[in-house]
């Protein structure tokens, strides 16, 4: 009932606000919405809002989204509500976390909840369960479930056993299909694992979600793997992380710099 009082009060202010008035401040706003089946959709609280025609600008905006298997929770400094389609454009410490324990944090955001998209073009982080990614600039499903990063790419991917991680780096864009463990880097991409370097145009890692480490990684496209004082290059490689092994395709190539005093024969 309290709730349902609180939107009444936010309809109120809206109403003399297209009526004539400018702008109309709320102190502790909050709004909220309903699915057609009565079960809740959406609320946004904030400190304060400022309520003009067309959008609301929130101060300390702490929003929740009802998606059909998740609840979003999202948060910024600022925001700015559109009255119109409920899409939002977030600024300053924005922060979103779903129950499957990705968060995502930037600069800004712009939420267009009617494609349930977000895109920014600045510098982003996103994080799930030893998994780090920062790029600059990125467009996902509301969920976080695919992800896609732009440019300027860095991963940090993790190892079972507590081994060192593997760090993946790319000019971008990186595709990332979190439910199917899948992601694929494009355009010099490097990859520093502990067993050695690999260059490459393109690599495509398949990861287990729920052991949380790397299957295998496969490489395209002018390939160059340094281990030690070795160099290997080939067009294509699949390394096999549980074998430890790499089967190499398209014309493979070793250069082996055999240690001092170390026979080859």
Same mark, same amino acid.
């Given at each position: 009932?309290?709730?349902?009082?609180?939107?009444?009060?936010?309809?109120?202010?809206?109403?003399?606000?297209?009526?004539?008035?400018?702008?109309?401040?709320?102190?502790?706003?909050?709004?909220?919405?309903?699915?057609?089946?009565?079960?809740?959709?959406?609320?946004?609280?904030?400190?304060?809002?400022?309520?003009?025609?067309?959008?609301?600008?929130?101060?300390?905006?702490?929003?929740?989204?009802?998606?059909?298997?998740?609840?979003?929770?999202?948060?910024?400094?600022?925001?700015?509500?559109?009255?119109?389609?409920?899409?939002?454009?977030?600024?300053?410490?924005?922060?979103?976390?779903?129950?499957?324990?990705?968060?995502?944090?930037?600069?800004?955001?712009?939420?267009?909840?009617?494609?349930?998209?977000?895109?920014?073009?600045?510098?982003?982080?996103?994080?799930?369960?030893?998994?780090?990614?920062?790029?600059?600039?990125?467009?996902?499903?509301?969920?976080?479930?695919?992800?896609?990063?732009?440019?300027?790419?860095?991963?940090?991917?993790?190892?079972?056993?507590?081994?060192?991680?593997?760090?993946?780096?790319?000019?971008?864009?990186?595709?990332?299909?979190?439910?199917?463990? =899948?992601? @694929?880097?494009?355009? /010099? +991409? !490097?990859?520093?694992?502990?067993?050695?370097?690999? %260059?490459?145009? $393109? *690599? #495509?890692?398949?990861?287990?979600?729920?052991?949380?480490?790397?299957? =295998?990684? @496969?490489?395209?496209? /002018? +390939? !160059?793997?340094?281990?030690?004082?070795?160099?290997? %290059?080939?067009? $294509? *490689? #699949?390394?096999?992380?549980?074998?430890?092994?790499?089967?190499?395709?398209?014309?493979?190539?070793?250069?082996?710099?055999?240690?001092?005093?170390?026979?080859?024969?």
């Amino acid at each position: 009932m309290f709730l349902k009082f609180l939107n009444l009060i936010f309809l109120f202010c809206l109403f003399f606000a297209m009526s004539g008035y400018s702008s109309e401040k709320i102190k502790d706003f909050y709004l909220s919405n309903y699915k057609n089946d009565g079960s809740l959709d959406w609320e946004v609280k904030g400190d304060e809002a400022l309520i003009h025609e067309k959008y609301v600008d929130i101060d300390r905006m702490d929003a929740k989204y009802y998606a059909q298997d998740d609840v979003i929770l999202v948060k910024s400094k600022t925001a700015k509500l559109n009255k119109e389609n409920m899409d939002v454009a977030l600024k300053e410490d924005v922060h979103i976390e779903n129950q499957e324990g990705i968060t995502l944090d930037t600069d800004s955001l712009d939420w267009q909840r009617s494609k349930s998209q977000l895109d920014t073009d600045d510098w982003v982080e996103i994080k799930k369960e030893g998994m780090q990614v920062k790029a600059k600039g990125l467009s996902a499903d509301t969920e976080l479930k695919n992800v896609d990063f732009q440019e300027n790419v860095q991963a940090q991917m993790p190892n079972k056993n507590g081994e060192v991680p593997t760090v993946i780096t790319c000019d971008g864009p990186l595709d990332v299909e979190y439910n199917s463990g =899948k992601a @694929v880097f494009n355009n /010099n +991409v !490097k990859v520093e694992h502990p067993d050695g370097t690999l %260059f490459s145009d $393109k *690599a #495509t890692v398949f990861f287990d979600t729920q052991e949380k480490d790397i299957n =295998k990684i @496969v490489s395209q496209g /002018n +390939v !160059k793997i340094i281990k030690d004082e070795n160099v290997t %290059f080939a067009e $294509k *490689a #699949t390394y096999f992380r549980r074998e430890g092994k790499i089967v190499l395709e398209g014309r493979p190539r070793l250069v082996y710099f055999p240690k001092k005093g170390e026979k080859v024969f």
